[in-house]
């Protein structure tokens, strides 16, 4: 078992063909490898009108904040933030690094491929072996420091890659641990509930990846998809987009909402390992990004987790004889090695109760 977050994929190598590595710019017509001829059969393919329901916008300086949180993470597993504290100027040169990066020559990108056990990279989504068809899109993905693989794409010129990666990260863990206390507080969860938050209560050594997208204009973007349905893994996930739509969830008895670019906001998605430390009160929220005909899509995606050794499960204070624990503990490498291999049965591989109702896991529902 890797102890490692940067070491979970050895064991599930991804090997990809050249094809799928696409030169986006120069195609004027969908190839048949990209054309999802029905997104999923599972699922509602209608995408309801921002009029009737829209993702929770939160101002962090807001008094209510942590009651409007709750009713969120009840009924969401998404929102927005605003008055986060994040410079405004980190997030326009993060998307301004992350928009170089995939300007790129497609010869130039693949010297810092992801190799097919890795973790950082260029390359397409991990989750691409789950799907029939192609994505309409191409990521980066950076754990621990981006250097080595910055001197590959700018070998003269990467320092300035990396001062912003570093500062946008320094930024997005602060902002993370402030959200995990909003969150849980929210759930009647405090400092001293949790003690691998370390003895700061600032989850000083929480893991966490980068994970920049980019959604290239796209000749038919009706029969395309940008990023397939998944649950992160995540406890949550802060996500940063630019000013083009595309991001959707899926809200039980909605179906899918479109999560508009706000200028300034962050989105925040609630991912497994909190749906197990919370013991299913919150549930991860599954999304799909979707692309369109004119304009290129950025997003860049904090996927923070609890320290690599450290096993979670639901918090002692959440379980009891009317609610036993329905997860068993897991670590967060572990149960990344676990997505790797069931995908979105990750969760209920890690369950340890039938539903009450016997009805299925909310992430059985995504094949
Ligand atoms: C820590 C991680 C979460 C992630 C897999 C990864 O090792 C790094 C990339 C992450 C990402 C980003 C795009 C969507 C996603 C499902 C994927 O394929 O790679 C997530 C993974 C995840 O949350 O499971
Ligand atoms: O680009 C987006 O809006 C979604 C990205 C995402 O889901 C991810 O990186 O995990
Ligand atoms: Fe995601």
Redesign the pocket.
């Known amino acids: 078992m890797p102890s490692r977050?940067s070491d979970?994929?050895r064991a599930h190598p991804v090997h990809l063909h050249q094809k799928q590595y696409l030169d986006f710019n120069s195609v004027k017509e969908l190839p048949e490898s990209y054309a999802w001829a029905k997104f999923n059969n599972d699922y509602p393919s209608s995408v309801a009108s921002s009029k009737e329901e829209s993702v929770p916008v939160i101002d962090l300086h807001h008094p209510n904040a942590l009651t409007v949180m709750g009713h969120a993470c009840r009924t969401w597993g998404v929102f927005q933030v605003i008055n986060h504290g994040v410079p405004e100027d980190i997030l326009h040169q993060s998307l301004r690094e992350g928009k170089n990066l995939f300007s790129l020559p497609m010869q130039q990108k693949l010297k810092a491929a992801r190799s097919p056990g890795g973790?950082s990279g260029y390359g397409v989504?991990?989750?691409?072996p789950f799907f029939e068809k192609l994505m309409w899109s191409e990521?980066f993905?950076i754990?621990g420091s981006p250097l080595e693989h910055a001197q590959q794409l700018w070998p003269h010129d990467y320092t300035g890659f990396c001062d912003v990666i570093r500062e946008y990260k320094k930024e997005m863990k602060k902002l993370a641990g402030r959200l995990m206390w909003l969150v849980l507080g929210s759930l009647g969860i405090s400092k001293e509930d949790l003690k691998w938050a370390g003895p700061r209560g600032d989850f000083s050594g929480a893991?966490?990846?980068l994970?920049l997208?980019s959604y290239p204009a796209c000749p038919d973007p009706d029969r395309a998809m940008g990023?397939g349905v998944?649950?992160?893994?995540?406890l949550l996930?802060i996500l940063l987009q630019n000013n083009t739509s595309g991001l959707q969830v899926l809200k039980e008895g909605s179906g899918w909402i479109n999560v508009p670019p706000i200028p300034g906001a962050l989105v925040i998605n609630l991912?497994?390992m909190l749906q197990i430390l919370s013991n299913g009160l919150y549930q991860s929220v599954p999304h799909r990004a979707v692309v369109n005909r004119t304009q290129q899509r950025l997003s860049i995606?904090y996927?923070y987790?609890p320290p690599d050794s450290v096993l979670i499960s639901p918090i002692p204070k959440l379980v009891g004889p009317a609610c036993p624990p329905i997860y068993r503990s897991v670590t967060?490498t572990e149960y990344?090695q676990r997505?790797?291999k069931y995908f979105n049965r990750?969760l209920s591989s890690v369950r340890i109760h039938a539903t009450k109702n016997g009805l299925q896991d909310v992430n059985d529902k995504i094949v």
Not at 230 to 234: A, E, I, K, L, V
């Open positions: 977050i979970v994929f973790i989504a991990r989750i691409a990521g993905t754990v893991a966490a990846a994970q997208n990023l998944h649950t992160d893994s995540t996930t991912g497994d995606a996927l987790g967060w990344l997505k790797a990750g």
